[in-house]
């Protein structure tokens, strides 16, 4: 074949192959022997904020790595560059970026949307609901993305799961919670629904960013926090500045972490940079999940067995009043808000359903457990 042939060739079966959605912008000028001619795919460099410091252990670098999978995966036509909160906006404002078109992605956790988008926490955590494995089935699974979807298409936004956290840790306290009195007056650092059910158990649930935390509990100006689990906790050194750590996190039993995409911006992708996008989100989902799992069980280890950590489970009627109140708080965001109705109705009826399964697999199976 004469390289003239032979470049047209390469040039109508690469289209043929991608369905003719790859927009070919020409071939890279040469001379007729230059060997086998390069095409140049039309580039795509996006921006992607998120609601982390930068680098933060496991959701930054998960974000990072997504970026580094879909690069990879397109052979450097589609490149992301990761903004750490306050690197390109605030992390509060990562919704808004997209929204507005500041960014093509973002990637956080949908609760923080709560005050735009009430609804919006049910894909996120909730009191007493559903652990990250339930969560993903619902998600993925149950018709929960569908909801989602539908939930964010009116801000031009695409939500796709992106990462876990699986279960969190009860919370570090500098009181002994023996029974639901020592709650009276509690002032805890606890966000969302949680923070709503220490308001009806007697105590203050009180937002505080993730800087302010430490100081605040070692001064005393509140008396308990939550973070996320052993690792990101022994990062933060909470071991040195509180006396005792509660489980279980009832609050967050697997809190999913999105990855949002601009709609407008996405639809115009070809599908195999869509495909590309969606694969690297479920790659970031269950490698965030197992990141997780692994370093929470070794920093657990350490603190108790280093850092000499007192573990303490909420008692049992605790637990109880956390479930109730929880009903309650859920009861009280549903009752205003059509949408979150909807939603809450195919959670609940997912999560009922999910339990039966549980408690005669893993519920029993745990308890034999060493
Ligand atoms: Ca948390």
Not at 146 to 162: D, K, T
Not at 227 to 245: E, N, T, V
Request: neutral net charge; glycine residues 10%.
């Amino acid at each position: 074949m004469n390289p003239i042939k032979r470049r047209d060739f390469l040039k109508k079966s690469t289209a043929a192959l991608a369905g003719g959605s790859v927009l070919l912008t020409g071939c890279q000028s040469g001379t007729e022997d230059a060997g086998p001619a390069v095409h140049t795919r039309k580039k795509y460099r996006w921006k992607m904020v998120t609601t982390w410091t930068p680098r933060f252990p496991v959701m930054g670098e998960g974000a990072e790595l997504f970026a580094q999978w879909v690069e990879e995966m397109s052979g450097g036509q589609m490149k992301i560059h990761v903004y750490g909160a306050g690197e390109l906006v605030p992390a509060f404002e990562a919704f808004e970026a997209v929204r507005s078109g500041v960014a093509e992605m973002s990637h956080g956790v949908s609760y923080y949307w709560a005050g735009k988008i009430p609804a919006a926490q049910f894909f996120a955590a909730v009191p007493f609901g559903m652990n990250a494995q339930q969560m993903n089935a619902w998600i993925l699974s149950g018709g929960g993305l569908q909801l989602w979807e539908e939930l964010y298409a009116p801000f031009g936004l695409l939500p796709m799961p992106a990462g876990n956290t699986g279960f969190q840790m009860g919370g570090w306290f500098n009181r002994e919670i023996n029974s639901v009195r020592d709650l009276q007056g509690l002032k805890m650092r606890i966000p969302g629904l949680g923070g709503k059910v220490i308001d009806k158990a007697g105590g203050a649930g009180i937002v505080k960013s993730g800087a302010e935390i430490y100081t605040n509990l070692e001064r005393g100006v509140i008396d308990a926090t939550e973070w996320i689990g052993p690792y990101h906790d022994y990062l933060k050194g909470f071991h040195k500045i509180a006396r005792y750590y509660y489980y279980p996190g009832w609050h967050e039993p697997g809190t999913v972490l999105e990855l949002t995409v601009s709609k407008p911006a996405f639809e115009k992708l070809p599908a195999e940079l869509q495909g590309i996008i969606r694969a690297a989100a479920f790659r970031a989902n269950t490698w965030m999940l197992s990141e997780f799992e692994a370093k929470n069980n070794e920093y657990l280890q350490k603190l108790v067995n280093e850092h000499h950590v007192q573990l303490r489970r909420f008692p049992d009627d605790v637990l109880a009043a956390f479930k109730r109140y929880s009903g309650e708080v859920i009861q009280e965001l549903i009752a205003s808000d059509e949408q979150a109705r909807k939603i809450y109705t195919s959670f609940k009826e997912f999560k009922d359903n999910v339990s039966g399964w549980s408690r005669i697999s893993e519920a029993v199976y745990y308890s034999t457990m060493a």
